[in-house]
């Protein structure tokens, strides 16, 4: 039976069917926070879990002891624009040494388009950012969606795909993704934890950059050059 349903899974026309059911689904869930986000449905939520990582009857103090919001602050930068920009010069000019132009140009556009794109949402949406607690850092624009959440989840995601497409060990592909995941997790987790974000302006991050990783994902498929021989 298992056997079965695994030649079914990898089956040309299942796995283009979940492709397209990724890219889809990760633009139709953002729509879908972003709804709910300006119709104020979260709200309640939002306040329980911003409130939720603060001690009890002290909104301006962060749980944990001192060094733990000290290193949510170090966590919070990987997703900075700074660090970012600094990651991706640093990828593109790394493939275009190793003759990789195709995935450097796909990386760095995926990279700036989610920047683009998450700064012309904010003003969209225009969400203040959360006023019931202390920020733990500076902000200079508005909440919705976390701009360090969409654009860990673009830069990180869409290089480990990049890297994974070069790989060929399985365990080396897994431990590319598995790091990226808890870079894009970690940094979307501090945003909230300083309370300079709501949870829900993290998900929204989360789902564009992910569209955006996975666009890159699919240009990457449609442009590999084909094999001959």
Do not use: C, N
Not at 57 to 69: C, K, N, Q, T, V
Request: overall charge positive; aromatic content about 10%; hydrophobic content about 50%.
């Amino acid at each position: 039976m298992i056997r079965r349903l695994w030649s079914l899974v990898r089956r040309p026309e299942a796995r283009t069917l979940a492709i397209w059911i990724a890219v889809v689904g990760a633009p139709w869930f953002f729509l879908s926070i972003a709804e709910e986000v300006g119709e104020g449905e979260t709200d309640k939520v939002d306040r329980i879990l911003l409130l939720a990582l603060r001690t009890p009857g002290l909104p301006s103090d962060p749980i944990g002891p001192r060094w733990f919001e000290e290193a949510m602050r170090d966590i919070t930068a990987l997703g900075g624009f700074t660090l970012l920009t600094i990651t991706t010069v640093v990828a593109v000019l790394l493939l275009i040494f190793h003759d990789r132009r195709r995935e450097a140009l796909i990386f760095g556009a995926t990279v700036i388009l989610a920047q683009i794109s998450s700064e012309l949402l904010k003003m969209l949406y225009d969400r203040p950012r959360p006023s019931l607690v202390t920020h733990g850092g500076i902000v200079y624009s508005q909440s919705f969606p976390s701009g360090h959440s969409a654009l860990a989840a673009a830069t990180f995601f869409t290089l480990a795909t990049v890297l994974a497409s070069v790989e060929t060990k399985t365990r080396t592909k897994a431990v590319i993704f598995g790091l990226a995941i808890l870079f894009v997790v970690t940094v979307g987790v501090s945003r909230v934890y300083l309370g300079v974000h709501w949870p829900t302006d993290v998900l929204g991050g989360w789902a564009l950059g992910a569209s955006w990783a996975l666009v890159a994902w699919v240009v990457l498929g449609l442009t590999r050059p084909r094999r001959t021989g």
